[in-house]
């Protein structure tokens, strides 16, 4: 069963930057979709960001233009940069992955919170 792990959230102030990872504990070579999601308390998880395995990305309209989606296969890794953060990205922030054998999966979140 593939595994993701996040890291790279923590506290920012408004404006500032952050840069969350999601390591995949296997080849990303059998992964076609990867991306990230969050959910802010009280709130649905929602999207943020999809990258597909031909590098084609999805962004929510709430963060175009301030976040960028990469995903580096021979690290098994993939990114989300965030910048000119606002206090309503607050949320904890999800890795996503579907996986053409085992289907979809998640990891555990990471928690961002933009202070303002």
């Known amino acids: 069963q593939v595994q993701l792990v996040e890291s790279g959230g923590g506290l920012v102030q408004a404006g500032g930057s952050l840069r969350l990872s999601c390591a995949v504990t296997e080849s990303m070579l059998r992964i076609n979709t990867m991306g990230w999601y969050r959910q802010a308390p009280g709130n649905q998880r929602e999207l943020v960001a999809l990258?597909?395995?031909?590098?084609?990305?999805n962004y929510a309209e709430s963060v175009k233009g301030r976040v960028d989606v990469s995903r580096d296969n021979a690290k098994n890794t993939m990114y989300l940069q965030m910048n000119s953060l606002k206090p309503d990205d607050t949320a904890v922030y999800y890795c996503?992955?579907?996986?053409?054998?085992?289907?979809?999966?998640w990891g555990q979140g990471t928690q961002v919170t933009v202070s303002s």
């Open positions: 996503y992955a579907h996986h053409l054998v085992t289907g979809q999966t």
């Open positions: 990258i597909y395995s031909s590098g084609s990305t």
